[in-house]
Each structure stands twice: as C-alpha cells, then as structure tokens.
C-alpha cells in the first residue's frame, strides 16, 4: 500500500490506486452519498403527484450525478476540479421546485407540463454557476477562509442532523429513538471508527463498508432490514428532454437565485476537499481548481436538465469520507462516476441500496458528517481571527443554527425569501458575505521593520572571536 506524504493520507490527490482498493473506496462514497441523491426527487415527485414517472426520475438523477462526478474528477479544458467531487441534487431547490410546479398545476397544467418548465428552467439557471466561475478571480474578496469555511462548517451540522434523524429510525418510523435503532446506529458507528483507526490500510479502506454491511447483517437477523424487491425494470436508456422544453420567468428567477447560493456552498466544499487533500487554498492552482468546480457543476446541471434530473451541486459527505479513509486521490471519483451510471442504468442495483436501514445509515454517516464541520472550523482558522472576523463568524453561525434550530422563523416572510433562506448554509452564507463586504477591515499595525545587520569584515569577526 502507497503511503502519501500529504497529511498521513494512504493515497494523495494526484496518486493513482490499484482497482480494487479504487473501487472500495468508491463504493464508500456511493452509500454516504446516494440517499441523498435519490431524496429529491422522490420529495418533489412525490409532492407534484409524479408517482408515475418516478422511478426514471430516480434512475436520472444517478445517472447525471455520475456523468457530473465523472466531469469533476478529471480537468480536461480547465473544466472540473481535478478532486474526489461526487455531484447529486441539491436540497437547496427542492422548496422553490414544488411550489414553481405547484403553481403551473393550478394554471391546468399536466404533469408533464410541470417537468416540461422545471426541467426547461433549469437548464437556462445552469448558465449562472457557468457564469460565476469565470469571476473567482474578482471574486476571492468575497470568498474569503472566514466565508467559505463557516458555510462549510454550517453545512456540517445541518448534515449532522439528517444524519442523527436516520439513527433514530427515519422520519414518521413508528420506533423513532427506539433502543433498537439507537443501539443499531451506534454499532455500525463503533465498527467504521474501530476500523478506521487500524494500522491495516485495507481495514482503513473498507472500513465504511464493512461497517454498514455489519450493521445491515445485524439489521437482518433482529427483523429491522425488509427487503421490498427490485421493481420490474432491470434497465433504462435516457432521454434527452423526453418531456419537451418550456421556460418561466417567474419560476426561473428564484431558482437562478438559489443556483447562486448555491456555487457559495460548492466554493465551501471545493475548499475543504482541497484542503484535506493536503493541498494549499491560497495559491493559483487552487483558485484555478475552484474555477474548474464550479464550471463543471454548471455543465453537471445542464446535463441533469436534459436528462430530467434536478439541478446538481457537489456534496460535502465526500469530506468526512476522505478523512475516514485517508484516499484523496481523484482517480477515484472515476470510479465513482461509473458507480453512479451503471446505478442510474441497472435500477434494481440502486433500489437495494435504497434500502439500507436508515439507522445503519445514520450510525455511518455521523462521524462524516462532524469531520465535515471540522473541516470548516479548520480553514476558518487558517489565520488568526481579529475583531471584525469573529463578529462575522459569530453572526454567521448565529443565523445559520436559528434557522436550522427554528425554521419557522421564517414562516410569515413571502414564499420567495422562505424557499432562498431555508438552509443554514444559505442564510448564514448571505450573512457572512453582506458583513464582509460592510465591515471595514481593520487596520493591521505595521511591525518595526528589523534592521539587518551590514556584513562585518573579515578583521572584524576576527576581533569578535
């Protein structure tokens, strides 16, 4: 096993890994990562009265996020970060997605109407990541460490609580926080950490997985893992905008906003990978990588619109699942990409991963999702922190946890702003950006300057000796 020089990392960013440790690795990121790029769509589906179509949504959305992660991995053309990237829905559009459907449905609108204008107007709001990422040079006043590591940071804890939410049992379980889910998560949790902490490279490569898979298996024998079948169909082509093309310019303005929140939280992401890659984030190939990122989540967007996925962004989960490993190499997010396509292919393959015990799943994700936190609090620390940088990481966090903790702080605010603001990352991440372009920066005391001692003479080290 290569050992890495770059921060006690197995393998380094631009290492490559035999397949099979490769493939271990990948498959890591996959169960981190694929219920939540199967969540959106079946939570706008299921709210638009999709039912029919949703199993190609499904099947869609897998396919774009590994064409996407694919794209990530590699920088051909300056497209692309070059980094373990693995793309998928974002959250962030679920709400402004169900009520722009939700309202072409009172206008008489058929189903296929409905994904007709909201796969149109993604495809249009993809233009703004593409747009943006040609700006990060002008742009890095604003995308400062103190910035982007609080959304990084705030992106951690929001994740901590989904996580924690499966641990119990998942949403509406009838055993929610039953002894049995809570002792279930702990034990797959116990596992992944006992294992990760081994001296073995293998045991450290696949402790993820053989984590969950100890925790399914113990799922299986207590009667906590039903197995619900397959489905009927064994494989699906895509289509290329099979439900035609419309446009809304009502509907396309809050999701082009939300597109723009969102390349703040990839900025966040792209960062800490970069970081805990062992990489420097103040140097031009960083910035040239964050440019090559957030093109290439533009493009992953285009592509998910003509193949009636929802808008992709880059997932933070791969953070935690880096540090876990100690695999930053981007050789990796190849096979993740195929992974993901041959899923989005074969639907049966990710119908049973579908079906993972949410409290296994939650035991295995919670340390992820804290390294991702840390990852966050560490590039905000990359510099000591004056008066003006705590009071912006203060009122960053601040606002972030009210609305995560209290969302209903939101409730009596108008739809659009509700559905812009309802993520931790986006609130806090506006905040952080508005102080830092309000509070002047405080004025750095100019240091002494050392006075260098002229070269002495020959004669004169003489006398001195």
């Known amino acids: 096993m290569i050992m890495s ?6 393998y380094g960013l631009d290492q490559r890994l035999p397949p099979l440790p490769a493939f271990l690795s990948a498959l890591q990121h996959v169960l981190a990562g694929v219920v939540g790029v199967i969540t959106p769509p079946l939570i706008i589906g299921s709210a638009l009265g999709l039912g029919e179509w949703l ?15 694919f794209l990530q991995s590699n920088r051909v053309r300056g497209i692309g970060a070059g980094m373990i990237c693995m793309q998928g829905p974002s959250f962030a559009f679920v709400g402004v997605s169900i009520a722009g459907g939700l309202w072409i449905k009172e206008q008489g609108g058929t189903p296929q109407d409905i994904m007709a204008m909201l796969f ?11 747009v943006v990422s040609r700006f990060i040079e002008p742009l890095k006043r604003i995308f400062t460490p103190v910035v982007t590591g609080s959304v990084i940071a705030l992106i951690g804890i929001s994740l901590i609580k989904v996580s924690m939410v499966n641990w119990c049992g998942g949403t509406n379980a009838q055993d929610f926080a039953g002894l049995g889910n809570i002792a279930l998560g702990a034990g797959t949790l116990a596992v992944i950490v006992l294992l990760s902490c081994a001296k073995n490279s293998w045991l450290r490569l ?5 984590g969950m898979g100890a925790g399914c298996l113990v799922a299986l024998l207590s009667g906590k893992f039903h197995f619900e079948g397959v489905g009927d169909s064994w494989f699906r082509l895509p289509e290329l905008f099979p439900f035609g093309v419309q446009f809304n310019g009502a509907i396309f303005l809050p999701i082009a906003l939300i597109s723009l929140v969102c390349v703040l939280e990839a900025v966040g992401d792209l960062t800490a990978n ?6 420097s984030i103040s140097n031009a190939e960083f910035r040239s990588r964050l ?16 193949l009636c996925a929802f808008p992709n962004t880059t997932f933070a989960q791969n953070n935690g699942v880096i540090q876990m490993t100690g695999v930053a190499s981007r050789y990796v997010g ?15 393959f990710g119908e049973l991963l ?11 994700t919670m340390v992820m999702f804290g390294c991702v936190a840390v990852a966050g609090i560490r590039i905000i620390m990359q510099a000591p922190l004056d008066r003006r940088d705590v009071l912006i990481v203060a009122l960053t966090f601040g606002v972030g946890l009210v609305i995560h903790s209290v969302p209903e702080f939101l409730d009596n605010f108008p739809t659009f702003i509700s559905n812009l603001l309802g993520s931790a990352a986006a609130s806090g991440g506006l905040v952080a950006i508005v102080l830092s372009l309000v509070i002047p920066q405080q004025k750095k005391a100019v240091a002494p300057e050392e006075v260098v001692p002229e070269e002495r003479s020959s004669d004169d080290r003489a006398r001195s000796l």
């Open 274 to 279: 970069c970081m805990i890659s062992g990489h």
């Open 206 to 210: 696949s402790s993820v997985v053989i």
């Open 5 to 10: 020089d770059n921060n006690g990392l197995l």
């Open 334 to 348: 190849r096979y993740i990409g195929v992974i993901l396509v041959l899923l989005g292919l074969f639907p049966p």
């Open 291 to 306: 440019k090559g990122g957030i093109m290439a989540d533009g493009i992953s967007c285009l592509i998910s619109a003509m």
């Open 354 to 364: 579908r079906q993972i015990p949410p409290p296994v799943l939650g035991g295995a």
């Open 55 to 69: 199993p190609y949504l499904i099947s869609m959305s897998l396919l774009a996020s590994g064409i996407g992660t």
């Open 120 to 130: 149109g107007v993604n495809a249009v709001a993809a233009l703004v990541p593409m």
